[in-house]
C-alpha cells in the first residue's frame, strides 16, 4: 500500500510540475480595447529569446492572431516580445491571440506554451449622437420638414442606417427619406412630422435595431439603441434652405 500511495504522489507531483512549467504571458501593454494605430506587447514569465535576436524585426509567428492579422514581431529583450500590425486594426472588430509552438522551440528551457487566449477588441461601433432641426424640403414645394442627423464612430452604410431605423413621434411611426448618399459618419434624414402646426418644441424617438456593422468589421451591434431627439420649434429658430 506504502508503495502504491507514494506511485500515486508521484504522479500528481509530475503531472503539476509539467502543468506549471508553461511559457505564458505576464503583461501586456494593453486591455481589453486596443487603438487601431498602436503596437502589442508581450511580456512572458521566462527568458525565451537569445540576445542574437533582440531589436530585429521577423515574420514567425510567436503569436497566432484569429482573425488573422499581418505584421512583424520583435524581442526587445528576453521576455518581451511587440507585434507591429502593418496596417490599422479593423474597426469595431473582436480578436484572440494565442502562443504558439515557436515560442517553445526558441527558448532553452524547450517548456511547452499556456493555451490561455487573450481577448481584445478594437472600439465598437456606436451611436455617438443625434439631432434635428428643420429645414426646406428639396422638391422645391416650399414644405417644411425635419433633418434628423445620426452620428457614428465609424463610417457606416446609410442603406442599412435605414434599414434598422424607425423615428416615431408619441408612438406613431413617422416616413422618412434617406439623405446620406455614401458612406459616412453622419447619416441624415428627412422627416415629415405628425404635426408641423404646434409652436412649442418636441421630441422623436429614434430606435435602432441590432445588426448594423461598419465596414471592414467583424463585429455587428447586438442590443437596440433607443435615443430621444429634441425637434425645436419652428418659431424660434430659422428654417434652413
Known sequence: ?????????????????????????????????????????????????????????????????????????????????????????????????????????????????????????????????SSAYWAYADDGSHRIEIRVTLSFNYEVDPNLVAKLLTISQNDRKLESRLITSGLSTEIAFAVIPSSAKTGKAFNLDLKLAPGLQCQGSNYKLTELISKSVEVPSPEKFSIVK
Not at 5 to 20: D, E, K, M, N
Not at 51 to 72: C, E, H, M
Not at 85 to 97: I, L, M, N, R, V
Open 1 to 129: 500500500m506504502k508503495t502504491r500511495s507514494f506511485f500515486y504522489i508521484a504522479i500528481i507531483v509530475i503531472l503539476a510540475g509539467c502543468t506549471g512549467n508553461k511559457i505564458k504571458v505576464t503583461d501586456t501593454n494593453f486591455s481589453n480595447e486596443v487603438d487601431r494605430l498602436q503596437n502589442l506587447v508581450f511580456k512572458f514569465n521566462e527568458p525565451i529569446a537569445p540576445d542574437s535576436l533582440f531589436d530585429k524585426w521577423d515574420t514567425v509567428n510567436y503569436i497566432q492572431f484569429k482573425p488573422a492579422l499581418k505584421g512583424r514581431f520583435k524581442w526587445v529583450s528576453a521576455e518581451e516580445l511587440i507585434f507591429s500590425p502593418s496596417q490599422p486594426f479593423p474597426p469595431s472588430s473582436t480578436f484572440e491571440a494565442s502562443l504558439t509552438n515557436e515560442l517553445s522551440k526558441l527558448s532553452a528551457s524547450h517548456h511547452g506554451v499556456s493555451n490561455n487566449v487573450i481577448k481584445f477588441h478594437t472600439a465598437f461601433l456606436e451611436l455617438k449622437e
